[in-house]
Every structure is written in structure tokens, then in C-alpha cells.
């Protein structure tokens, strides 16, 4: 699938990347959910899922929050699948 974010790289790391990382699942008041994050060396955005919204921004304008945001319902499935499968245990052993 291909999509577009609109998200301007031009601030961006070396490689033009945004890299994304997921946390395992986390729980609080009954409720499971996970972090997403991106960065690209100089700016960050934390988002939470199943709510699919971001909670922290360092840099991102608007409309590349709006762009994240969008990734992460589009993509809510794999990325649930994703924070399931880490072993947070097995993780700090490394």
C-alpha cells in the first residue's frame, strides 16, 4: 500500500528517514494500548494506539500530525500486531 503524509524530511536525518518504533502494550486503568513513536534525528512524535492520535509532537507542523495520525488508523492492525508480538522481558535481555 502507498501512501502520502505530506511530512516535509527536508529537517530530517541523514538517510531521509522516518523511523518509527512501537512499544509493547501497556495498561492503565483496565485500558491496553501502545506507543508509536517517529523521529528523524531531530524532531519526535509520540502517538498512542487503539486511539490513534498523537500525544506528543516536537516539531511536526500540524499537517504532518494530521499525516501520522492518518498512518496510524490506516495501519492500526499491523501496528496492534506489532506492540503484541514484543516481549519486554526477553527485550532488556539483550
Known amino acids: 500500500m502507498t501512501q502520502n503524509f505530506d511530512i516535509d524530511l527536508s529537517r530530517d536525518n541523514d538517510q531521509g528517514e522516518l523511523e518509527m518504533q512501537v512499544s509493547s502494550i501497556c495498561q492503565k ?35 504532518e500530525v494530521a499525516g501520522l495520525e492518518l498512518y496510524l488508523r490506516q495501519n492500526l492492525d499491523m501496528l496492534k500486531s506489532m506492540a503484541a508480538a514484543i516481549n519486554p522481558i526477553k527485550a532488556m535481555m539483550k
Request: with cysteine; hydrophobic share 30%.
Open 29 to 63: 486503568d483496565g485500558k491496553k494500548f501502545a506507543y508509536v513513536t517517529f523521529s528523524d534525528g531531530k524532531r519526535f512524535a509520540e502517538g498512542e494506539i487503539p486511539a490513534c492520535t498523537i500525544v506528543r509532537n516536537d516539531g511536526f507542523t500540524p499537517k
